[in-house]
């Protein structure tokens, strides 16, 4: 039965997220029950896309990627797809009308990661736009049940969200992303080097990020609001913890948050939410 199918393709990507990201699991965990299976199965798709370029090496990487996007337009065009993961994303994409647009600016900042070492500012915005932002936007797509006035309104505040979101994954992962991939995304960096002066003007910037993405989570429908408030009190703390450290540090090691202090910061916000003070 096709239903059997679907429940095991819902669960791969269940799978995929509780495996690859716990930050991201819990924060999901706190979303109303009948968005938890949609967000789950976006974040699937986006986290394969990623693995093909970031980690699979001495694989042909690019054709992996083009087939990926092949499989991904055949998955979304036919209604079904052999592969799991896409299997599930293409019926959230039906269901709650994601933009083609969208997903195909996704797949071209993935394709990105392909071609570019360094960044300017014009690659960096479009990188951020594809690989963040858009993946913002087809969560709100979920989060707002098709009521497209809703989605109109909340659509740059998500945008905000998930480009403050991308730029501090690149400062935690900044020596992996330089040392092991050979990526340098921050076009502020003169001559590859990332000083003091380079670091402050970049968290500077997400702080802008965060102020506008925050006045978003207070408009956003109370069954999805939580969840994403304990995403932004997560990237919050990371953010503060890292802003403590000299641009030394960011570059010799990946900059984390204890799994404790995650749970702390996750009761904290229940608190706060119960209390109506977001």
Do not use: W
């Not at 995929?16 to 999901?28: C, D, E, P, Q, R």
């Not at 087939?67 to 993961?85: A, D, P, Q, V």
């Not at 570059?251 to 119960?274: D, M």
Request: overall charge neutral.
């Amino acid at each position: 039965m096709k239903s059997i199918f679907d429940k095991i393709s819902i669960k791969s990507s269940r799978l995929v997220t509780k495996t690859y990201s716990t930050s991201f699991s819990l924060g999901i965990s706190f979303l109303s029950k009948r968005f938890q299976d949609p967000i789950y199965a976006v974040y699937g798709f986006v986290r394969l896309a990623d693995e093909i370029v970031d980690s699979f090496h001495g694989y042909p990487k690019r054709q992996l990627l083009e087939e990926f996007k092949e499989e991904t337009y055949k998955s979304i065009n036919r209604g079904i797809s052999t592969n799991l993961i896409l299997n599930s994303f293409q019926q959230v994409v039906h269901e709650y009308n994601i933009d083609h647009s969208s997903i195909e600016t996704f797949l071209k900042s993935m394709e990105m990661d392909l071609m570019l070492n360094t960044y300017t500012q014009d690659g960096y915005e479009n990188y951020i736009l594809g690989s963040a932002e858009v993946v913002g936007l087809m969560c709100l797509r979920v989060f707002v049940e098709g009521d497209n006035q809703q989605y109109e309104k909340l659509k740059p505040y998500a945008m905000k969200l998930g480009s403050a979101f991308q730029k501090i994954n690149f400062l935690r992962d900044f020596r992996a992303d330089k040392e092991d991939l050979g990526r340098i995304y921050f076009p502020q960096m003169k001559d590859n080097d990332f000083t003091e002066e380079v670091k402050k003007e970049i968290e500077l910037d997400i702080l802008k990020d965060f102020e506008s993405g925050y006045q978003g989570i207070k408009l956003l429908p109370k069954d999805t609001r939580f969840g994403v408030y304990v995403a932004y009190i997560y990237y919050s703390r990371l953010l503060n913890k890292i802003t403590q450290l000299p641009a030394q540090k960011i570059i010799e090691e990946r900059i984390r948050i204890s799994n404790k202090q995650k749970y702390a910061l996750f009761f904290g916000s229940y608190l706060r939410h119960s209390l109506n003070m977001l």
